[in-house]
Protein backbone atom coordinates (compact mmCIF):
# COMPACT_ATOMS: atom_id res chain seq x y z
CA UNK A 1 0.00 0.00 0.00
CA UNK A 2 1.47 3.51 -0.88
CA UNK A 3 1.40 6.18 1.34
CA UNK A 4 1.31 9.70 0.82
CA UNK A 5 3.71 12.38 2.25
CA UNK A 6 0.85 13.56 4.85
CA UNK A 7 -0.23 9.72 5.53
CA UNK A 8 3.56 9.20 6.04
CA UNK A 9 4.30 12.40 8.44
CA UNK A 10 1.13 12.03 10.49
CA UNK A 11 2.44 8.43 11.14
CA UNK A 12 5.82 9.94 12.46
CA UNK A 13 4.03 12.57 15.22
CA UNK A 14 2.52 9.41 16.70
CA UNK A 15 4.15 8.80 20.10
CA UNK A 16 6.04 6.06 20.55
CA UNK A 17 5.21 4.26 23.44
CA UNK A 18 5.38 0.08 24.03
CA UNK A 19 2.08 0.04 23.97
CA UNK A 20 1.99 1.12 19.95
CA UNK A 21 4.40 -1.67 18.76
CA UNK A 22 3.64 -4.80 17.35
CA UNK A 23 3.26 -7.79 19.44
CA UNK A 24 5.82 -10.30 18.73
CA UNK A 25 4.20 -12.80 17.39
CA UNK A 26 3.12 -9.85 14.23
CA UNK A 27 7.06 -9.96 14.03
CA UNK A 28 7.34 -13.43 13.74
CA UNK A 29 5.47 -13.49 10.97
CA UNK A 30 7.88 -11.43 9.33
CA UNK A 31 10.55 -13.36 9.63
CA UNK A 32 11.95 -15.28 6.65
CA UNK A 33 14.67 -18.48 6.59
CA UNK A 34 16.33 -16.86 3.26
CA UNK A 35 19.43 -18.33 1.95
CA UNK A 36 19.60 -20.15 5.77
CA UNK A 37 19.53 -17.06 8.01
CA UNK A 38 16.27 -15.60 9.70
CA UNK A 39 16.25 -12.59 8.05
CA UNK A 40 13.48 -9.53 7.49
CA UNK A 41 12.85 -7.51 4.17
CA UNK A 42 13.53 -4.03 4.06
CA UNK A 43 9.70 -2.97 3.55
CA UNK A 44 8.46 -4.99 6.40
CA UNK A 45 11.17 -3.19 8.49
CA UNK A 46 10.06 0.15 6.94
CA UNK A 47 6.54 -0.08 8.06
CA UNK A 48 7.37 -1.57 11.48
CA UNK A 49 9.86 1.67 11.87
CA UNK A 50 6.77 3.95 10.17
CA UNK A 51 9.33 5.18 7.17
CA UNK A 52 9.39 4.77 3.89
CA UNK A 53 10.97 2.05 2.29
CA UNK A 54 12.97 4.05 0.54
CA UNK A 55 14.37 5.92 3.53
CA UNK A 56 15.45 2.60 4.98
CA UNK A 57 17.48 1.66 2.11
CA UNK A 58 18.90 5.51 1.67
CA UNK A 59 20.18 5.05 5.47
CA UNK A 60 21.89 2.11 4.66
CA UNK A 61 23.65 3.50 1.76
CA UNK A 62 24.83 6.59 3.71
CA UNK A 63 26.01 3.62 6.49
CA UNK A 64 27.19 1.01 4.07
CA UNK A 65 30.76 0.68 6.44
CA UNK A 66 28.05 -0.41 8.95
CA UNK A 67 26.60 -3.31 6.86
CA UNK A 68 28.66 -6.27 5.69
CA UNK A 69 27.24 -8.94 3.95
CA UNK A 70 26.55 -10.90 6.74
CA UNK A 71 24.32 -8.31 8.43
CA UNK A 72 22.47 -7.41 5.12
CA UNK A 73 22.48 -8.70 1.51
CA UNK A 74 20.37 -8.08 -1.88
CA UNK A 75 18.08 -10.42 -2.79
CA UNK A 76 18.49 -12.44 -6.26
CA UNK A 77 15.60 -12.18 -9.00
CA UNK A 78 14.68 -15.92 -8.36
CA UNK A 79 14.62 -15.57 -4.70
CA UNK A 80 12.58 -11.98 -4.73
CA UNK A 81 9.92 -13.78 -6.95
CA UNK A 82 9.79 -16.61 -4.24
CA UNK A 83 9.19 -14.21 -1.63
CA UNK A 84 6.50 -12.33 -3.73
CA UNK A 85 5.01 -15.60 -3.65
CA UNK A 86 5.06 -15.73 0.13
CA UNK A 87 3.97 -12.12 0.83
CA UNK A 88 1.62 -11.63 -2.07
CA UNK A 89 3.39 -8.27 -3.38
CA UNK A 90 2.39 -6.93 -6.43
CA UNK A 91 4.25 -7.31 -9.69
CA UNK A 92 6.56 -4.59 -11.14
CA UNK A 93 5.65 -2.32 -13.25
CA UNK A 94 1.88 -2.72 -11.56
CA UNK A 95 2.57 -0.36 -8.66
CA UNK A 96 5.76 -3.14 -7.09
CA UNK A 97 9.08 -2.92 -6.43
CA UNK A 98 11.76 -1.49 -9.43
CA UNK A 99 14.20 -2.91 -7.41
CA UNK A 100 15.03 -6.37 -6.29
CA UNK A 101 14.88 -6.23 -1.81
CA UNK A 102 17.38 -5.74 0.42
CA UNK A 103 17.42 -8.27 3.40
CA UNK A 104 18.71 -7.73 6.88
CA UNK A 105 19.44 -10.48 9.51
CA UNK A 106 19.05 -10.18 13.25
CA UNK A 107 22.34 -8.46 13.60
CA UNK A 108 21.88 -6.29 10.71
CA UNK A 109 18.34 -5.11 12.16
CA UNK A 110 20.44 -4.59 15.08
CA UNK A 111 22.49 -1.64 13.17
CA UNK A 112 19.94 -0.33 11.20
CA UNK A 113 18.23 0.91 14.11
CA UNK A 114 21.31 2.87 15.40
CA UNK A 115 21.06 4.07 11.67
CA UNK A 116 17.81 5.31 12.17
CA UNK A 117 16.77 7.62 14.58
CA UNK A 118 14.38 8.33 17.33
CA UNK A 119 12.51 6.40 19.84
CA UNK A 120 10.20 4.41 18.00
CA UNK A 121 13.40 2.45 16.22
CA UNK A 122 14.70 1.80 19.55
CA UNK A 123 11.08 0.75 20.85
CA UNK A 124 10.79 -1.47 17.17
CA UNK A 125 14.07 -2.97 17.76
CA UNK A 126 13.68 -4.40 21.48
CA UNK A 127 10.69 -5.93 20.13
CA UNK A 128 12.03 -7.49 16.94
CA UNK A 129 15.01 -8.79 19.14
CA UNK A 130 12.41 -10.72 21.46
CA UNK A 131 11.34 -12.14 18.41
CA UNK A 132 14.38 -13.56 17.73
CA UNK A 133 15.03 -14.86 20.93
CA UNK A 134 11.85 -16.44 21.01
CA UNK A 135 12.37 -18.30 17.27
CA UNK A 136 16.07 -19.24 18.96
CA UNK A 137 14.29 -20.93 21.36
CA UNK A 138 11.63 -22.84 19.72
CA UNK A 139 14.34 -23.52 17.09
CA UNK A 140 16.57 -25.10 20.07
CA UNK A 141 13.39 -26.90 21.52
CA UNK A 142 12.50 -28.52 18.03
CA UNK A 143 16.11 -29.63 18.00
CA UNK A 144 15.71 -31.41 21.23
CA UNK A 145 12.66 -33.41 20.17
CA UNK A 146 13.99 -34.25 16.67
CA UNK A 147 17.30 -36.18 18.35
CA UNK A 148 15.14 -37.69 20.70
CA UNK A 149 12.85 -39.09 17.97
CA UNK A 150 15.48 -40.24 16.41
CA UNK A 151 16.79 -42.13 19.59
CA UNK A 152 13.48 -43.67 19.49
CA UNK A 153 13.52 -44.95 15.89
CA UNK A 154 16.90 -46.58 16.41
CA UNK A 155 15.73 -48.27 19.50
CA UNK A 156 12.50 -49.48 18.00
CA UNK A 157 14.25 -50.16 14.77
CA UNK A 158 16.03 -53.22 16.26
CA UNK A 159 12.64 -54.42 18.11
CA UNK A 160 10.98 -54.15 14.41
CA UNK A 161 13.32 -56.35 13.07
CA UNK A 162 12.90 -58.71 15.95
CA UNK A 163 9.48 -58.37 16.02
CA UNK A 164 9.61 -59.73 12.02
CA UNK A 165 11.22 -62.89 13.09
CA UNK A 166 8.64 -63.56 15.51
CA UNK A 167 6.17 -63.11 13.24
CA UNK A 168 8.13 -65.52 10.56
CA UNK A 169 8.62 -68.25 13.31
CA UNK A 170 4.32 -67.97 14.11
CA UNK A 171 3.35 -68.02 10.58
CA UNK A 172 5.78 -70.90 9.74
CA UNK A 173 3.92 -73.34 13.27
CA UNK A 174 0.35 -71.82 11.98
CA UNK A 175 1.06 -72.97 8.16
CA UNK A 176 -1.07 -75.90 7.67
CA UNK A 177 1.26 -78.87 7.40
CA UNK A 178 0.82 -81.10 4.51
CA UNK A 179 0.84 -84.70 5.24
CA UNK A 180 3.69 -86.98 3.89
CA UNK A 181 1.94 -88.87 1.10
CA UNK A 182 1.88 -92.73 0.79
CA UNK A 183 3.64 -93.91 -1.76
CA UNK A 184 1.37 -95.88 -4.12
CA UNK A 185 2.59 -99.16 -5.82
CA UNK A 186 4.34 -102.61 -4.79
CA UNK A 187 7.28 -102.15 -2.01
CA UNK A 188 9.98 -103.94 -0.95
CA UNK A 189 11.27 -104.12 2.48
Known sequence: MRRSRAQWESTRREPATAGGILPVEAIERRIYLIRGQKAMVDSDLAELYRVPTKSVNLAVRRNT??????????????????????????????????????????????????VLNGDRAVLVDIAIMRAFVMLREIMATH???????????????????????????????????????????????
Request: proline residues 4%; without cysteine; positive net charge.
Open 143 to 189: KDLAHKIEALERKYATHDEQIHVIFDAIKKLLAPTVPAKRRIGFTTE
Open 65 to 114: MRFPADFMFQLSQSEADSLRFQIETSETGRGGRRYLPYVFTGQGIAMLSS
